[in-house]
């Protein structure tokens, strides 16, 4: 009896007169009369889920069969012709021959075999002509030409193995006290009966008893103190406009905008998402700012980031699960890369961003929602375009897979248009412009359309068994070069033009690094293979070439360029801006090294003066572009350590090695001039960073008092001597308490060679002779 199946019936009216309705229904009689949603199987589930003995659809003409998504199983048989009656070993008609009925169900399966065919194909010719600019991407409401597996509740989407798909909720109540939503054709509960009020009651007792139990946050109205003035705030915001907006699409401009009017007319009445907002704009803004506020601007960030995350994380989150909660999750991300705040840990919260936007259902495209306003069905694209785009880069400097694939979303591109045509009033269907005109949604949806490959990239490379073979490395690596020289000689033709939000030297170079560092990241492993092997020579090759183009600045500092949005980026950011940078150029210093050891015959045997002058008069003409990137990078970590940078080992490991450089060029001991530079450049680490909290906090530093967090301690993690094997600080070694003011003079008084064993440093130094040891690996790494 549990496993009986509803007769599937085909009828022209609904059992109470001829049909009358001018738009056909889909859903099935039964679900019709109960009131219930109908997902439109043959049979459907609700009427299986209630062993209702019929499941009866109106015959249309243009709508012969639908074919759900997910397959459900199908009865052995079942009358066309409105019979009550199963086919099955027990029915009446079970007197058919065992040949017939296999026939009739090899035939029914070929059927929809062949119709599976035809919709893939429709599919994909689908996708193929929105990419064609004569077509209009009229994107107007649902077209649900097939039903969804999972359902939107509450503007949350629920997948298949969810128990909202199974059970009925309202089918216990009665018809007296439920209604259908004309709007969203949902079945609720009647507002206007008793049953409603009461609900109401218990669910206002609900809110009270959990607003009781936790603690009233008073961290948003303390932040407000911080906020900078209104002139400094609008070049905040500005900044940020002019840069990552462009490029990583959160906010709708205008209504942004009038929310920041809004905000300075009553910023006491304002809503807490609307300040965290223009808070963490203002802290992505403080890069690119160079008033003389600066410092102190860039001391205060870290409160913003941090009362914009204690609002998020604070309980009761399900209230915080929409649009508003949505950017600003994003805007903490970015902002914590930006202004260098936990900036390289950002993978693990934005697994739990894409977590939190799968359950908004922003991987299903609004098509398949119902009724939606044309503005939220497009920032719904926007939001899951940018939040898939930070989730790969951030796998990528992690070194992990992105634990997501293309077939785990169907969300289509953001339309190419620009916010004006947006509004959230409108009711018109989008009229996306050409692909051939810029707009700005056109980098993002550059982005969008290499994301399928740039996913596929990072999952191999990052696999735990490396099985990606060269063949494959060659043929992802040129469609990816193909597609970055495309795009980027696109954006480059818009460059200084006249055209309505045309991009700028910013964001084209965002653009380029982004997307080139993947084919970097991909041919590297096989890089290294080609100091023995000359097969990987085309690897070795478009590294280089992809690191200088990656590692080139847009202005040139050595010509004394003012500083520009990119080079207050590269001195200011950590995270994926890091990740690059270091990247592109420990390859070229692998390479500068090793040419000039295999040169050697080719030097001068006259002893040369060290120089560290970016034009070295003793460096080869085709190794210049290699030394200058070298002497660029030294230059660029010394400007991190006076823009507050609280790590000096990149700045000591460029200096050591430049200083190599320059010795093997002058032919002297390598090994007595790196450390002579690292001694001159740990002494020049602690002047700057004494500099730079003078100037984020007006007094000089004082390392006598013991740290105001945790004790001595703080930061290092407990147990971290049970995993590493190593001591926590220096101090245990040397009695030394850690403050600069009492070792004097650090190239005179320290124990350099003790120092230099110092695990707890953990610099890595490596092998004083070996090169590939100063950034941690080698050329004979086994792959």
């Not at 980098?443 to 990052?462: G, S, V």
């Amino acid at each position: 009896m549990g496993d009986r199946i509803p007769a599937l019936h085909h009828a022209d009216t609904d059992g109470t007169g001829p049909v009358r309705r001018r738009r056909p229904a889909l859903s099935c009689v039964e679900c019709r009369k109960r009131k219930v949603k109908c997902d439109r199987a043959r049979p459907c589930g609700p009427c299986t889920r209630i062993q209702s003995p019929t499941c009866t659809y109106r015959p249309h003409p243009w709508n012969d069969e639908r074919v759900s998504p997910v397959r459900r199983p199908r009865p052995v048989a079942a009358t066309s012709t409105g019979a009550s009656t199963q086919d099955g070993p027990h029915s009446p008609t079970s007197g058919r021959s065992n040949d017939s009925h296999a026939d009739m169900e090899k035939k029914d399966e070929t059927i929809h075999q062949l119709v599976d065919r035809v919709r893939q194909l429709e599919s994909t010719l689908g996708s193929y002509s929105r990419s064609l600019p004569s077509e209009p991407d009229l994107r107007v409401g649902p077209t649900n030409t097939q039903p969804t597996a999972g359902h939107f509740v509450k503007s949350k989407f629920y997948g298949e193995s969810h128990w909202v798909n199974v059970l009925e909720p309202y089918d216990a109540l009665g018809n007296s006290n439920v209604t259908v939503n004309t709007s969203t054709n949902r079945t609720e509960v009647n507002k206007d009966s008793e049953l409603y009020v009461t609900i109401a009651e218990c669910k206002r007792m609900a809110r009270t008893i959990k607003a009781s139990r936790i603690m009233q946050p008073s961290i948003l109205s303390d932040v407000q103190t911080f906020i900078p003035p209104r002139h400094i705030c609008d070049q905040l915001v500005q900044g940020y406009l002019r840069t990552f907006e462009g490029v990583y699409r959160v906010l709708h401009i205008p209504s942004f905008m009038k929310e920041y009017e809004t905000f300075w007319i009553d910023s006491a009445a304002a809503a807490p998402s609307i300040l965290l907002k223009i808070l963490l704009v203002c802290a992505i803004g403080v890069v690119f700012y160079n008033g003389p506020e600066q410092p102190r601007l860039r001391a205060d960030c870290t409160k913003w980031i941090q009362a914009a995350e204690s609002w998020l994380s604070a309980p009761h989150a399900k209230s915080r699960f929409n649009m508003a909660g949505t950017q600003i999750n994003i805007l903490i991300l970015l902002a914590r890369e930006i202004c260098a705040v936990d900036g390289d840990l950002v993978w693990v919260p934005g697994g739990r961003l894409l977590r939190g936007a799968m359950h908004l259902g922003l991987h299903r495209d609004p098509s398949h929602i119902g009724t939606m306003s044309v503005f939220h069905a497009e920032m719904r694209r926007r939001l899951w375009a940018t939040i898939l785009e930070m989730t790969v880069q951030s796998s990528l400097d992690m070194g992990m897979p992105p634990m997501i694939s293309p077939d785990d979303y169907d969300t289509l591109p953001p339309s190419n248009v620009d916010d004006e045509e947006l509004t959230e009033a409108g009711t018109m269907p989008l009229r996306p412009k050409p692909v051939q005109e810029f707009t700005q949604c056109s980098m993002q949806i550059a982005f969008y359309e290499t994301l399928p490959l740039r996913l596929e990239i990072c999952r191999l490379i990052n696999s735990l068994r490396f099985t990606l073979s060269y063949d494959e490395a060659l043929r992802l690596g040129a469609e990816m070069l193909a597609a970055c020289r495309e795009k980027l000689t696109f954006f480059q033709s818009f460059l200084g033009s006249s055209t309505p939000h045309a991009p700028n030297i910013f964001q084209v170079k965002l653009f380029d690094t982004l997307t080139r560092r993947f084919f970097l990241c991909l041919h590297r492993p096989f890089y290294v293979r080609s100091a023995h092997d000359p097969k990987f020579y085309y690897s070795r090759k478009v590294c280089l070439d992809a690191s200088l183009m990656i590692a080139r600045p847009t202005a040139d500092p050595t010509e004394g360029d003012e500083e520009d949005d990119w080079a207050r980026l590269t001195y200011r950011c950590v995270g994926f801006v890091k990740s690059c940078f270091l990247h592109s150029v420990s390859t070229i210093y692998f390479e500068l090294t090793s040419r000039l050891e295999d040169d050697q015959d080719t030097l001068l045997t006259a002893p040369l003066a060290i120089s560290s002058s970016a034009s070295h008069p003793h460096v080869p003409l085709d190794l210049r572009p290699y030394y200058n990137t070298l002497v660029f990078a030294r230059l660029a970590t010394e400007k991190r350590l006076r823009n507050g940078d609280v790590n000096g080992k990149g700045f000591i490991w460029f200096c050591a090695a430049l200083a190599r450089v320059d010795a093997l060029l002058s032919r002297t001991d390598p090994a007595s001039a790196v450390l002579a530079a690292s001694k001159k450049a740990v002494n020049d680490t602690a002047v700057l960073m004494k500099e730079a909290y003078l100037a984020e906090f007006g007094k000089h530093i004082d390392l006598s008092q013991p740290y105001p967090y945790a004790g001595k301690d703080h930061g290092r993690g407990d147990g971290a001597d049970d995993v590493t094997g190593t001591p926590r600080s220096v101090e245990d070694h040397n009695g030394l308490g850690g403050s600069f003011e009492k070792i004097g003079d650090l190239g005179r008084d320290l124990d350099w060679d003790r120092l230099m064993r110092d695990e707890s440093l953990d610099i890595g130094w490596g092998d004083v002779g070996d090169p590939q040891g100063w950034f941690g690996w080698g050329w004979d790494v086994p792959m």
